[in-house]
């Protein structure tokens, strides 16, 4: 149909050409041009593999043994020494029936999810299973999975709600131990001490490229980050620091971009799908900081090994000294100061609340942290998230939010 | 040489709605359509029709912003606003007082609240569900067997409301279902939906806190049960401005005349 006043409209919409060049496509949809470059030749051959981690990862790495994690409280270096490859278990977008037959409805994504793609059979190349002692969910999860007659060990790692509490430290080394008991006594994989250490440089390092990549978020779109952190928990560590390298070095040839627009804070736990990210900067915002369980949660704090220390008892030490999740507590760690803090330290002007329908840690976390930005007037958003997201809402909240945050 | 006009477009999931200002922010025109599929098409008629009936030729549009659930794909403007800012940005235009906005809409609800100057500070949305929306509406008169037009009237007229507590529109309509079935009368079944609707509705807006004037705006605001309902359940008036349905497109074109005169 024609439109005679169209004519002489000026579009004048911020999107993403305004500020990045060219466009790439990794996952099969459309996403952020990348300012700092064209995407790591090692990535872009992945097409679709974010979108579905698993379905194809045995031809992927073949010879790979992968035993499967959800937290980041696992300790991957002893995975990792034992000769295994730590693979995360994230949701995946998909229809979810047979789950829901063995789990309450009150269970989150992740919990469904996964569920879902154990009973159809397509874990059936994990070895074994780690359920770090997180939240509930976690915790009884680990027993759905043990009792749903499949092959797949499944190896439990108690972690003290109270990570201050007099004797966390001893219950941390005391579930070491029995980890290394389970990789020994059911996978028949020894850990000497050799190869632990050379685990934990390989980590540290990992946390270290990560952390330099962090640093720059202005010469890279927020999905891109989110991607390339995405990948280090599905791809073996070797890979992933290979990854960040190149992706740090084109980075590093790139400019520094003088970004407008309000900057935010995300505040949630496993960012699953990152397309929320990718609106934000559509919407002419942009993300300085983050709190999230897969972003830089994950990187802070690296295990202080000296030369004659003892591996294991660096590895406690950093479980008890990471930045806390949602589903712990720590004396010296309150999460609504922690929180502003952040937001402060990065002059973030508001917080995007990203939050699983059915996480009770992040909901009851949340509900301090909302009334402490309060009390410091920064404004929040909170978006509930499940599998799927409906973007036509989502949309509209964000630039709502957006909108609240610019002048004029 | 003609003067020049503003136009606002609202796309909403249930109707289009477009509002065409002069540089005093006088209202040249406005209209109303159903959105049909996706909106755009209602969108550009509609636009055409109203500048038609305002007498404004199209080169005469200095600037246009659009706004509602089909902004996102409709092309023919300089701008898109979110549909929050531009109620809010309506309701004030209409009354200086506004300081809590209640909007419901063909799929969602929102509850916004301004500042003295009319600038947003907080807001909150209705999730995924669709219960106190004007959708539920649609779907309980159906159930009622009456029109949506007729259930505020229906309503007013009972003093004994049935308790309907499922927040969920397709549990809601069971739950509606079964008082019809054990006889309880029209007029009680509508007025405990009603009450049920408000209850949310008043729910979403304690959320960013309720603050006189209260103005609600939207296709819900025309249902006088609606109204008196709010009214009562929060014992504060509640003002339904003229025309609520077309305020969002209001917002939208003092947007256009605000970047119209500065671009």
Same mark, same amino acid.
């Given at each position: 149909m024609a439109c005679p006043w169209r004519e002489g409209a000026r579009r004048t919409?911020?999107?993403?050409?305004?500020?990045? &060049?060219? &466009?790439?496509?990794? &996952?099969?949809?459309?996403?952020?041009?990348?300012?700092?470059?064209?995407?790591? %030749?090692?990535?872009?051959?992945?097409?679709?593999?974010?979108?579905?981690?698993?379905?194809?990862w045995p031809a992927r790495y073949p010879g790979r043994r992968a035993v499967g994690y959800f937290c980041s409280y696992a300790p991957l270096e002893i995975l990792h020494a034992a000769g295994l490859t730590p693979l995360r278990l994230f949701p995946v977008e998909g229809t979810v029936a047979q789950a829901d037959a063995?789990?309450?409805?009150?269970?989150?994504?992740? %919990?469904?999810?996964?569920?879902?793609?154990?009973?159809?059979? &397509?874990?059936?190349?994990?070895? %074994?299973?780690?359920?770090?002692?997180?939240?509930d969910t976690m915790q009884c999860l680990a027993d759905i999975w043990r009792m749903a007659g499949t092959d797949l060990k499944v190896i439990n790692f108690p972690l003290p709600a109270v990570l201050s509490a007099r004797g966390a430290r001893e219950l941390v080394q005391a579930g070491q131990r029995e980890l290394l008991r389970a990789l020994e006594d059911e996978l028949g994989r020894h850990v000497t001490d050799e190869s632990l250490r050379a685990s934990v440089a390989l980590y540290n390092e990992q946390r270290r490229l990560l952390s330099e990549l962090y640093a720059w978020r202005d010469r890279l779109p927020a999905l891109r980050l989110w991607q390339l952190s995405m990948a280090g928990f599905v791809m073996p560590v070797e890979d992933h620091i290979s990854l960040l390298q190149q992706s740090l070095s084109v980075a590093a040839g790139a400019d520094g971009e003088s970004r407008r627009g309000p900057r935010l804070a995300i505040v949630g736990t496993v960012l699953h799908e990152g397309s929320i990210l990718d609106l934000i900067e559509e919407l002419g915002g942009q993300v300085v900081a983050d709190d999230l369980c897969t972003g830089e949660r994950y990187l802070q704090s690296s295990v202080e090994l000296h030369e004659d220390g003892d591996p294991q008892t660096a590895l406690v030490e950093r479980t008890l000294a990471r930045p806390v999740c949602p589903a712990k507590r720590h004396a010296d760690r309150d999460a609504p100061e922690r929180l502003v803090r952040l937001a402060r330290s990065r002059g973030a002007q508001g917080v995007v609340f990203v939050l699983p329908r059915y996480c009770d840690p992040c909901g009851f976390d949340s509900v301090l942290q909302r009334r402490a930005l309060d009390t410091e007037g920064i404004p929040h958003l909170t978006v509930e998230t499940e599998l799927t997201q409906p973007t036509g809402q989502l949309r509209t909240r964000l630039q709502a939010f957006l909108e609240l945050l610019s002048p004029g | 040489m003609a003067a020049q006009a503003y136009l606002g477009i609202d796309i909403g999931s249930l109707t289009v709605k477009v509002v065409a200002l002069d540089e005093q922010a006088h209202i040249l025109g406005r209209g109303l359509a159903e959105a049909g599929y996706g909106g755009q098409e209602a969108a550009e008629f509609l636009v055409n029709k109203v500048l038609q009936e305002s007498s404004v030729l199209p080169g005469a549009v200095a600037c246009t912003v659009v706004t509602g659930y089909g902004r996102?794909?409709?092309?023919?403007?300089?701008?898109? @606003?979110?549909?929050? /800012? *531009?109620?809010?940005?309506?309701?004030?235009?209409?009354?200086?007082?506004?300081?809590? @906005? !209640?909007? !419901?809409?063909?799929?969602?609800?929102?509850?916004?609240? #301004?500042?003295?100057?009319?600038? @947003?500070?907080?807001?909150?949305?209705?999730?995924?569900?669709?219960?106190?929306?004007?959708?539920?509406?649609?779907?309980?008169? =159906?159930?009622? =067997?009456?029109?949506?037009?007729?259930? =505020?009237?229906?309503?007013?007229?009972?003093?004994?409301?049935?308790?309907?507590?499922?927040?969920?529109?397709?549990?809601?309509? /069971?739950?509606?279902?079964?008082?019809?079935?054990?006889?309880?009368?029209?007029?009680?079944?509508?007025?405990?939906? $009603?009450?049920? !609707? *408000?209850?949310?509705?008043?729910?979403?807006?304690?959320?960013?806190?309720?603050?006189?004037? @209260?103005? #609600?705006?939207?296709?819900?605001? $025309?249902?006088?049960?609606?109204?008196?309902?709010? /009214?009562?359940?929060?014992?504060?008036v509640v003002w339904v401005p003229p025309d609520p349905q077309t305020v969002g497109a209001l917002g939208a074109a003092l947007y256009a005349l605000q970047y119209g005169k500065t671009k």
């Open positions: 919409r911020k999107s993403w050409s305004d500020y990045c &060049e060219g &466009e790439v496509t990794v &996952e099969g949809r459309r996403t952020t041009g990348v300012a700092a470059g064209p995407p790591p %030749a090692a990535d872009a051959s992945r097409g679709l593999w974010l979108a579905d981690p698993y379905s194809d063995v789990l309450p409805p009150f269970s989150c994504a992740l %919990a469904r999810s996964t569920t879902e793609r154990l009973l159809l059979g &397509e874990l059936s190349f994990v070895e %074994a299973v780690l359920f770090v002692h997180t939240c | 996102v794909r409709f092309a023919a403007a300089d701008r898109e @606003v979110s549909e929050i /800012s *531009c109620h809010a940005r309506g309701a004030m235009h209409l009354n200086q007082a506004t300081r809590t @906005v !209640i909007d !419901i809409g063909g799929q969602d609800s929102k509850a916004i609240r #301004l500042d003295e100057s009319g600038r @947003v500070v907080d807001f909150a949305m209705n999730d995924k569900c669709a219960a106190g929306t004007g959708r539920f509406l649609e779907v309980m008169a =159906g159930a009622l =067997g009456v029109s949506v037009g007729q259930l =505020g009237a229906l309503a007013l007229t009972s003093s004994t409301p049935v308790t309907i507590s499922s927040t969920c529109t397709v549990f809601a309509e /069971s739950e509606a279902v079964s008082h019809i079935s054990r006889g309880a009368t029209r007029q009680d079944v509508a007025r405990g939906l $009603l009450q049920a !609707i *408000c209850s949310r509705v008043l729910g979403l807006t304690a959320r960013v806190g309720m603050l006189p004037a @209260v103005v #609600l705006t939207g296709g819900v605001a $025309l249902n006088e049960g609606i109204v008196a309902e709010l /009214s009562r359940q929060s014992a504060t």
